[in-house]
């Protein structure tokens, strides 16, 4: 899927996007038999935010393997965030809907769990439409975001369509008065809307698995990105706006179940009050 084109086409918005951490410098804080819970500290500029915790996993492909479902829902009573996120690509195949869907209906936070589409969700629309999917993911207790927004408590959250087999797009917000995170399955995204940025604080990512199959000291052998390793896994700054993005390694995996170097994971946000003087200091 690497597309050479993409690359040099792009390169200078590649560029702008520098890592700050990556797969092996992760913070773990829960280590499980299958499933680690890694946390991020995102400062913020909204005093009333400070401490808010945002559960966010991504890429679960349930098949129905009771360890990663049982840790999945253990990181999460741990922590009881604020929010609870999914990063899309709940299934792989329509047979395990409905147990997936009880087993995320589990997840508990104290604002609205939120959801957008993957690419093998999107795949599943000929089985399970648009509709359905709303329909579904409000019985397990999930808000849907599809080009869509959802405001609470002073964040403003928009979920993309998938970048691979739908059409991203994202609406700017009016204001700046509150924290702005997107939601975008796919960080391939984040290049097509490039220039509508300015008003996101935050992206959540998933997708690329962290490669699924690493090799020590270098890394993923590829990943389903049109950008090779670019953004495989970790933390990521835009240099030009400030904006922040997480992009998970997943919990489940595609083509063969197998995963090696590259560890189920969840993610632990937590949102860090800073001033604007001490946030500029850092840029």
Request: with cysteine; net charge positive; proline share 4%.
């Amino acid at each position: 899927m690497i597309s050479p084109r993409a690359i040099v086409k792009n390169r200078k918005l590649l560029r702008q996007w520098r890592r700050l951490s990556g797969y092996s410098s992760r913070k773990i804080i829960s280590r499980g038999r299958k499933v680690d819970m890694c946390e991020y500290v995102i400062p913020v500029q909204h005093r009333e935010l400070d401490g808010k915790t945002i559960f966010f996993f991504s890429d679960l492909h349930w098949d129905g393997d009771h360890v990663v479902g049982e840790e999945l829902i253990r990181w999460n009573a741990d922590v009881y965030p604020d929010w609870v996120i999914c990063g899309g690509d709940l299934i792989s195949y329509s047979c395990h809907m409905q147990s997936a869907l009880e087993l995320i209906s589990r997840l508990k936070c104290r604002n609205t769990p939120l959801v957008v589409p993957g690419n093998w969700d999107k795949k599943r629309y000929s089985w399970f439409p648009q509709e359905r999917w709303e329909e579904c993911y409000a019985r397990a207790g999930f808000k849907l975001l599809l080009n869509s927004e959802w405001n609470e408590h002073g964040v403003r959250f928009w979920g993309t369509d998938d970048f691979k087999l739908g059409n991203p797009v994202y609406v700017p917000a009016g204001s700046k008065d509150d924290f702005s995170i997107l939601l975008a399955h796919n960080p391939d995204t984040l290049i097509k809307i490039d220039a509508l940025l300015d008003t996101v604080n935050l992206v959540l990512c998933g997708h690329t698995h962290a490669g699924q199959i690493r090799v020590p000291r270098l890394g993923a052998l590829r990943t389903s990105s049109l950008y090779w390793r670019k953004f495989d896994c970790g933390e990521f700054l835009h240099t030009g706006r400030g904006t922040h993005m997480l992009v998970s390694a997943g919990l489940g995996c595609t083509g063969v179940d197998f995963r090696l170097f590259a560890r189920r994971e969840v993610m632990l946000v937590r949102l860090k009050y800073v001033n604007q003087s001490a946030t500029s200091s850092v840029k």
